[in-house]
């Protein structure tokens, strides 16, 4: 049974906005901050350029092959099944997937003990299953609630970047007299938090995914994958620069709701209302992740690829999900989500994503050298191939960096 067309470009745009910022600012902002320090808004900068060139590669090869197994078939289609490359780029985007949701859950339980006292175990499993339950339920369902609660969470950073202004109003000056990275170790800081910050970014593979769900995505999938990372990068930019411009940092980044703790210290209904939007922002970045996972299982056991059970590619026609799928993610996810530290979370995140988006990269770049379709974007051959080499040297860095025991 295929999958329903419920989702539109605003739907899009929502979906993406959500599951990125959901990640990267309310989750790993605190563990930038932690590394980069006032050199945050560059470690962004630098993730950000990453990024964009992948991003790009995915609007043009997305609305290529528009299928919810996103990069397996676009590594497929470009290098057939040697070396049983497709079958890489899906396990990896899975682990990627769902150690994200994991990483997303955590920050979540974090959150929520920044003003109710309550068991970890209990709050892991209560986001988790809520989750996942909402993944069951339908793409239309789980959209809407994207859409609602990712409103909620751009007027809760207007709110945040308002109450920081004066940090945001500060920063340049310590950028302009070298503070910014001036200390011991603080270009290898930059560079450490830009990895992590590279997590911030890993939404718009899960955009690509939601191809068969999508009407029209030969032209919304490229426009949506392009506002999204306009938005995010904007904000990114804007929210690292305010808390880089204080003087509490330190604070900041051993706080549980960094964000929250930023813009409100005192205890009072602001810092409640603030406190429980993040909440709904993150459970909203957990679904996509779950979304996304389950999908690509989906996709994996539907085409019977390396060893997945062929129960995983059913989709029940009640709900119109893959229910097996989305099952057996959800408790993978509940397990790292008990027992994994954010930050190792995180940083595990990024590396199988770089693989994945590095492999996208070359995809593309040598589908286009084939044939290049009209009724998709033509973007210049430059695009994959400076995404590719960005990836593969951002790679190189970070191992680089665990090696010497400066990015942990």
């Known amino acids: 049974m295929a999958l329903a067309r419920s989702m539109g470009l605003g739907n899009l745009i929502f979906y993406g906005t959500g599951t990125i910022l959901g990640a990267g600012i309310f989750v790993v902002i605190g563990e930038v901050m932690g590394r980069a320090g006032p050199g945050a808004p560059l470690a962004y900068a630098v993730a950000g350029l990453v990024a964009v060139f992948t991003a790009l590669s995915f609007a043009e090869i997305g609305a290529r092959i528009p299928t919810a197994g996103g990069a397996i078939d676009y590594v497929e289609e470009a290098f057939g099944t040697a070396y049983r490359l497709p079958s890489i780029a899906g396990y990896m985007l899975i682990v990627a997937n769902i150690v994200s949701g994991a990483t997303i859950a955590t920050g979540f339980v974090s959150y929520l003990g920044s003003f109710v006292d309550v068991p970890h175990w209990m709050a892991t499993l209560a986001i988790v299953g809520l989750v996942g339950g909402i993944s069951i339920a339908g793409m239309k369902q789980s959209a809407w609630f994207m859409t609602v609660t990712t409103a909620l969470g751009l007027v809760t950073l207007l709110v945040i970047l308002w109450l920081s202004r004066d940090g945001l109003i500060a920063w340049p000056a310590k950028l302009a007299s070298g503070e910014a990275f001036s200390g011991a170790g603080a270009w290898t800081g930059i560079l450490a938090g830009a990895f992590l ?29 392009v506002v999204t990372i306009l938005i995010v990068f904007a904000f990114y930019i804007a929210i690292a620069a305010a808390l880089g411009g204080r003087d509490d940092i330190s604070a900041i980044a051993n706080a ?66 893959p229910i097996v799928s989305t099952l057996v993610t959800t408790a993978i996810v509940l397990a790292l989500a008990l027992f994994i530290p954010l930050g190792t979370l995180a940083s595990g995140t990024s590396l199988a994503i770089l693989i994945v988006f590095a492999m996208v990269n070359a995809a593309l770049w040598r589908l286009k050298k084939v044939d290049q379709p009209e009724d998709v974007p ?20 970070q191992v680089i960096l665990w090696t010497t025991g400066m990015g942990s």
């Open 378 to 397: 033509n973007l210049w051959l430059a695009v994959p191939v400076l995404g590719f080499v960005f990836c593969v040297l951002t790679i190189i860095g």
């Open 197 to 225: 910050a590279i997590y911030s970014f890993i939404g718009f593979g899960d955009m690509a995914q939601t191809a068969e769900e999508l009407e029209k995505p030969k032209r919304n999938l490229p426009r949506g994958i």
């Open 256 to 321: 549980d709701a960094p964000l929250v703790y930023a813009a409100v210290q005192e205890e009072g209904t602001l810092q409640m209302v603030l406190a429980i939007t993040s909440l709904l922002v993150i459970v909203n970045g957990a679904l996509t992740q779950v979304v996304a996972a389950s999908r690509l299982m989906m996709d994996m056991g539907r085409d019977h690829r390396s060893g997945m059970p062929g129960r995983m590619g059913k989709v029940s026609e009640r709900t119109d999900t």
